[in-house]
């Protein structure tokens, strides 16, 4: 049950303190798919957009999701914590990849009763889809 609580105006993360992480949720299956930063810039590129920006701790840019490898995430809605400091966004991941490393989901290593595994399925090469 949702409630309606008025204006989007107040819609908005507390970017006062720089970036803030952004969880990233496959819609239908609820399955967590990856994890990344935004800064105001990602968040106005994700709402005016439709799918899913972030910002590149490492190439110090912004990074449209899927721009290289057409695996792109269209936002179906996006929750904010209580602090407005974590950003929850529930998407349709295209493509099936949300890993730059071809996988379904970022957190494709799991440690289990002692053994270490990998729980989620290649989707694409990387070499082929970036090169190298």
């Known amino acids: 049950?949702?409630?309606n609580t008025g204006a989007t105006a107040d819609f908005a993360p507390?970017?006062?303190?720089g970036l803030i992480p952004a969880v990233v949720q496959d819609e239908a299956s609820g399955?967590?798919?990856m994890l990344?930063?935004?800064?105001?810039?990602a968040w106005q590129a994700t709402l005016t957009s439709g799918e899913a920006h972030f910002w590149s701790r490492s190439?110090?840019?912004l990074w449209h999701k899927g721009g290289t490898s057409g695996n792109v995430q269209k936002v179906r809605s996006i929750r904010l914590d209580c602090d407005n400091?974590?950003?929850?966004?529930?998407v349709e991941q295209v493509?099936?990849?949300?890993?730059h490393t071809g996988r379904r989901s970022c957190f494709f290593r799991q440690w289990q009763q002692g053994q270490v595994s990998l729980c989620s399925p290649q989707v694409f090469d990387p070499k082929k889809v970036y090169g190298g």
């Open 1 to 3: 049950m949702s409630e």
């Open 14 to 17: 507390d970017f006062s303190k």
């Open 31 to 33: 399955e967590v798919l």
């Open 36 to 41: 990344a930063y935004m800064n105001e810039e």
């Open 59 to 61: 190439r110090q840019c």
């Open 85 to 90: 400091d974590t950003i929850l966004l529930l």
């Open 95 to 99: 493509g099936g990849a949300a890993c």
